[in-house]
């Protein structure tokens, strides 16, 4: 037997050591806590962040809805009801969301006890969301320069073809 196969033999021998001892030094019940918050803390943000995305779709939904409502593309007698379900999901996300951002908070100060505090009435929630439905509609007034002629997809300023159908818009 040549030195190199004995020192790799060696080698196995250390390797397979360290595996069996391994329980004994490591994984302590501190760890293991802390490996399950490192986890539980990284599938908390990609929920948030899924909640996020869910909360810019519903507001993207809306928009659509109202673009469709000025081209008269909706019932008239529909889109209040389509207009109230979509914001009705938005609040809901929003909800969520605001739990989310409680629930961190709460974390962060690592509160013994739960607070008490009553449910309290969420009267705002609606003006909430009409604020933001009319931030991204300001927004988007900014940047577009109206509807194309052809399909009546939002055409921005800065398109010279529409980005939707493709005819010469400038
Ligand atoms: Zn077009």
Not at 119 to 125: N, S, W
Request: aromatic share 6%; charged share 35%.
């Amino acid at each position: 037997m040549d030195t190199g196969s004995l020192l790799l033999i060696l080698s196995l021998a250390l390797l397979a050591g360290l595996y069996v001892a391994r329980p004994f030094f490591s994984d302590t019940p501190a760890e293991k806590e802390n490996e399950q918050t490192v986890e539980e803390f990284a599938r908390q943000e990609t929920e948030f962040l899924r909640l996020l995305e869910e909360k810019d779709r519903i507001l993207y939904e809306l928009q659509e809805l109202e673009t469709d409502h000025y081209l008269g593309k909706v019932m008239p007698e529909d889109y209040p009801h389509l207009r109230d379900q979509l914001k009705t999901s938005a609040a809901a996300v929003l909800q969520n969301i605001e739990e989310f951002d409680k629930k961190i908070l709460d974390g962060q100060k690592k509160s013994q006890k739960p607070e008490e505090h009553p449910l309290q009435p969420r009267i705002k929630e609606d003006d909430e969301i009409e604020e933001m439905i009319a931030a991204r509609r300001r927004l988007r007034d900014e940047k577009s320069a109206g509807f194309c002629p052809h399909c009546g997809k939002v055409i921005r300023k800065s398109d010279v073809y529409c980005p939707a159908c493709g005819s010469k818009v400038a």
